[in-house]
């Protein structure tokens, strides 16, 4: 389900929380679906449980999911509604401005968001 790219630059609790994020996107996880517990998904993943711990509280924080004690970790009944749009697409700025200064054209960056969205839409 989760794969860890220990290559990337990006930290490895922002992956969960990416990989998270794309599963409610497919439609993987639905709304009240249950997460593996921080020790499970530790051990599968073979990751420090503080890590986990860290991107559920970022979830958690950004009411993604929703942790009921002694009963485990959900998705949030409120997830899309949760979501600040106008921030969120602000972090892909920089590369965007990254991009434009290497060369790349609008239309192959578009395209590229295209190919990225349908990706997104298409349920296995």
Do not use: W
Not at 45 to 70: F, H, M, Q, S
Not at 74 to 96: A, G, M, Q, W, Y
């Amino acid at each position: 389900m989760f794969k860890i790219d220990l290559k990337s630059n990006l930290p490895i609790y922002e992956q969960i929380i990416n990989q998270i994020n794309e599963c409610i996107l497919k439609g993987y996880f639905k709304s009240g679906d249950a997460l593996p517990s921080v020790r499970k998904l530790s051990i599968m993943l073979d990751v420090n449980p503080n890590t986990i711990a860290k991107a559920y509280t970022e979830l958690e924080r950004r009411g993604i999911i929703v942790t009921v004690r002694g009963k485990g970790t959900f998705i949030s009944d409120e997830t899309n509604s949760n979501i600040d749009i106008h921030k969120e697409l602000n972090k892909i700025r920089p590369v965007l401005a990254e991009l434009k200064l290497n060369g790349a054209s609008d239309n192959e960056i578009l395209n590229c968001v295209k190919e990225l969205l349908n990706a997104l839409e298409e349920k296995e």
